[in-house]
């Protein structure tokens, strides 16, 4: 980079579970994502032996490509000799995330220009806020919009006009399906250009107090808007630690972001000068400069196992055990489950931001932020430093912090370490020895289960179950007092992805944490998801195989006991092997002709092909699977989804088989 040293520093020896982790993930890998890099170095080779990809449009194709564009840009698009630039932008003044990407293009463009490229902006992709949706229709369209947004991008890049991508995306399922799409034309470099967190509001603790004094009806829905609109208050990304904030951490610590401008609020004089230093950058790293940095190439097992750690050590979203699944598909690398276990043993928690703690991105980035925990897991071995980045070879590039000096853009080394220990601590004193994210297993299957924000006397229940096929339902319950005075394990079923689109159960959250406040021991188990953003109540999450697939969860009856151990990694049920047998699977997802409404009709199509959660619940495939080499089992949804649609059979077959 021109504002910076260009070094490739080496960190630790890697912690030796990691290495294995990271080996085992390249063995199982070996042919799809050799099939993946073929495919993309090819692409890559003539990229750089024909010069800018425009160049070799027939002539009435490219005439196309430059007829709207005006000034300057449109004779240099018309040679053909410059870099070519595509702008992806997840644009819209709805949501405080993304309104600040209005200024983005003109300024993405001058900077490109400055660097001797030509910048356009190729499409746009649809932005959806899982806080609006929350509890509403609109939610269960939200993780297929991931595959939407995917799809989105390579349209907008399928015009083969452009030499390198930059990604505008902040929020919930933007950033994956930008990254899924962008893989997908592996052999162009793309950097995401974040817009940054808005400032502090009201304060995490009041606003979460806020909320659970209008579930018990104590306070009306004025204080409760007022409060809601303190915290969320001006344009950025909303400043607690769920999904669209640890899409950004992740980004980072992939080097898919510029070094420290992860954190950096918006219409700042910092923000506009790493906005403007990413334009220039895309020309630099494109396949007609010296330091070509192809994203499919920048993508490997390493850099997503360090995604990983950055999850694991900051207690990040749920979410991401099903899109790092998915991200890490489109560049032909098979993670799974069992390696996020795996991680999580020797990756310790090392942050406490909302809903973690009481601190938001804000005071984390004021402690050190994102350059203090790199250093940090680099020094300990738990992070791989010999990886690409879009600054240069070695993530110790990602030590150094931007400021504006004599209002020149510059990067400086952070020597120190956090300056706040309540919010970030050094890999020898963390919060606890483990990842803030567990897997738990048993005869109801598989599940996630966030303890970073759970305290420790609620790790473990042993009670009786509670079975709703709505949330609504849940919260009509707790309304009218059905709840009150006992312990139990909620089970809310047909909530996964191949039943209604997997939509956040978030709105439980308040309910049960004040019958969790009460002195009552409750927890939730479901097939559905609860969010970045879910807190103290304890849950097994994403419980795979879900109920509409035949899963074990659609045996579970009112009063049955079921023990959760997220400390142990444990989910069972209580009830006899033989006894589950003998069972039917109770209640069914809803029909296609039932499912309508708010255009979930349009999303059909969607239910019948999602995988499972483990597989990232999506619905493409293990990128280079297709290769005649690659053996059973892995790179495709199974048959998942198809079983129950518009059918009268029982989905069960699988459930009794599975129960132990």
């Known amino acids: 980079m021109n504002e910076r040293t260009n070094r490739s520093g080496e960190g630790n020896p890697v912690n030796t579970l990691i290495q294995e982790v990271t080996d085992r993930i390249a063995e199982r890998s070996a042919v799809s994502r050799a099939a993946y890099l073929d495919r993309i170095r090819r692409d890559g080779e003539q990229a750089r032996a024909k010069g800018p990809a425009r160049a070799h449009l027939g002539c009435a194709n490219l005439a196309h490509g430059f007829a709207g564009v005006t000034g300057e840009d449109k004779p240099a698009l018309r040679a053909a000799a410059k870099p070519g630039v595509a702008i992806v932008t997840s644009y819209n003044d709805m949501l405080s995330a993304h309104q600040p990407y209005e200024t983005y293009p003109p300024e993405l463009k001058a900077a490109v220009r400055k660097a001797g490229g030509v910048a356009q902006v190729a499409g746009g992709v649809p932005a959806m806020c899982d806080g609006i949706t929350q509890g509403r229709a609109g939610m269960e369209l939200s993780l297929y919009s991931r595959d939407v947004i995917a799809m989105a991008t390579a349209i907008a890049l399928s015009h083969d006009m452009f030499d390198s991508t930059l990604l505008l995306g902040v929020c919930d399922k933007i950033v994956p399906g930008l990254f899924i799409g962008a893989l997908h034309f592996g052999h162009l470099p793309a950097i995401f250009v974040p817009a940054g967190p808005m400032t502090s509001g009201l304060p995490n603790k009041v606003k979460a107090r806020t909320r659970q004094l209008f579930a018990e009806g104590k306070v009306g829905r004025v204080e409760l808007l007022d409060a809601e609109a303190k915290s969320y208050h001006s344009p950025g990304t909303c400043t607690f630690y769920g999904t669209?904030?640890?899409?950004?951490?992740?980004?980072?610590?992939?080097?898919?972001?510029?070094?420290?401008?992860?954190?950096?609020?918006?219409?700042?004089?910092?923000?506009?000068?790493?906005?403007?230093?990413?334009?220039?950058?895309?020309?630099?790293?494109?396949?007609?400069g010296a330091e070509y940095t192809p994203i499919g190439e920048l993508v490997n097992e390493k850099s997503i196992v360090n995604a990983c750690v950055a999850l694991l050590a900051t207690g990040g979203s749920t979410n991401h055990t099903l899109h790092l699944v998915a991200m890490a598909a489109a560049a032909g690398i098979v993670l799974t489950w069992d390696?996020?276990?795996?991680?999580?043993?020797?990756?310790?928690?090392?942050?406490?931001?909302?809903p973690n703690g009481q601190a938001d991105v804000n005071h984390f980035r004021e402690a050190g932020g994102m350059q203090v925990l790199i250093g940090d897991l680099l020094d300990e071995g738990l992070l791989h430093a010999d990886v690409l980045t879009v600054a240069g070879p070695g993530l110790d590039r990602y030590r150094e912090a931007p400021e504006l000096v004599d209002g020149e853009l510059v990067w400086s080394p952070v020597t120190g370490g956090s300056s706040d220990l309540d919010v970030l601590r050094p890999v020898a004193k963390p919060f606890s020895a483990d990842g803030g994210i567990h897997m738990v297993e048993g005869n109801l299957g598989r599940a996630v289960s966030k303890v970073s924000a759970v305290k420790p006397e609620h790790l473990v229940i042993e009670a009786p179950a509670k079975v709703f096929h709505d949330q609504l339902d849940l919260l009509k319950a707790f309304e009218a007092g059905e709840l009150d005075g006992q312990d139990f394990v909620a089970v809310i079923r047909y909530q996964g992805p191949s039943a209604n689109g997997m939509p956040e159960l978030h709105k439980l959250t308040s309910p049960l944490a004040v019958l969790l406040d009460r002195g009552q021991r409750v927890a939730?188990?479901?097939?559905?998801?609860?969010?970045?953003?879910?807190?103290?109540?304890?849950?097994?999450?994403?419980?795979?195989?879900?109920?509409?697939?035949?899963?074990?969860?659609?045996?579970?009856?009112?009063?049955?006991?079921?023990?959760?151990d997220s400390a142990a990694g444990t989910l069972e049920l209580l009830v006899p092997a033989e006894e589950l047998a003998r069972r039917a699977p109770e209640g069914r997802p809803l029909s296609d002709a039932q499912w309508v409404g708010t255009g979930r009709e349009l999303f059909a199509a969607f239910r019948r092909m999602a995988g499972h959660a483990e597989q990232g619940a999506g619905i493409f495939g293990v990128s280079g699977a297709e290769s005649p080499h690659h053996g059973p089992g892995l790179g495709f949804p199974a048959e998942a989804g198809s079983s129950h649609l518009e059918t009268n059979a029982p989905v069960g077959a699988r459930a009794a088989g599975l129960a132990r």
């Open 339 to 354: 390696d996020l276990a795996q991680l999580s043993r020797v990756v310790p928690s090392l942050t406490k931001i909302y």
């Open 524 to 564: 939730i188990v479901t097939d559905g998801r609860m969010s970045g953003a879910s807190g103290k109540v304890p849950a097994a999450i994403h419980l795979s195989p879900e109920a509409a697939d035949g899963g074990p969860i659609a045996l579970v009856r009112e009063g049955d006991v079921i023990r959760l």
């Open 244 to 288: 669209a904030n640890s899409n950004q951490a992740l980004m980072e610590v992939m080097g898919l972001h510029l070094p420290g401008s992860t954190f950096v609020n918006p219409h700042t004089e910092l923000r506009h000068a790493l906005t403007e230093a990413a334009g220039r950058r895309a020309v630099e790293i494109t396949a007609h």
